[in-house]
Nanobody
Framework: QVQLVESGGGLVQPGGSLRLSCAAS????????MGWYRQAPGKQRELVAT???????NYADSVKGRFTISRDNAKKTVLLQMDSLKPEDTAVYYC????????????????WGQGTQVTVSS
């Protein structure tokens, strides 16, 4: 059983910062990538940022230069530092992981956290 547990959401004023954290646990053999998605009310879930174990990162155009994703492979965690937050960043943020789990290892990319609310408002 794999679990992704997120923390760090909350209410912040425009221009402020928040840091999200996601920790993976379970019988994880290796991690291909971890990342963040978000879903605003009435909208589809969208990619925010991903990070592969080889070190490559990918960001949505709307967050480039403001958000930074980082990983701690030993702790199986992924962080999302969000700076210069805007009201349009308001959404539920979900952690996602692409993993090899169990033995023999099987790959799955449909592992999601429970979501954490980020609200940017004055």
């Amino acid at each position: 059983q794999v679990q992704l547990v997120e923390s760090g959401g909350g209410l912040v004023q425009p221009g402020g910062s928040l840091r999200l954290s996601c920790a993976a646990s379970g019988v994880i053999i290796s991690i291909n990538s971890m990342g963040w998605y978000r879903q605003a009310p009435g909208k589809q879930r969208e990619l925010v940022a991903t990070s592969t174990t080889r070190g490559s990162t990918n960001y949505a155009d709307s967050v480039k230069g403001r958000f930074t994703i980082s990983r701690d492979n030993a702790k199986k965690t992924v962080l999302l530092q969000m700076d210069s937050l805007k009201p349009e960043d308001t959404a539920v943020y979900y952690c996602n992981a692409d993993l090899f789990v169990g033995w023999p290892p099987k790959r799955g990319n449909d592992y999601w956290g429970q979501g954490t609310q980020v609200t940017v408002s004055s």
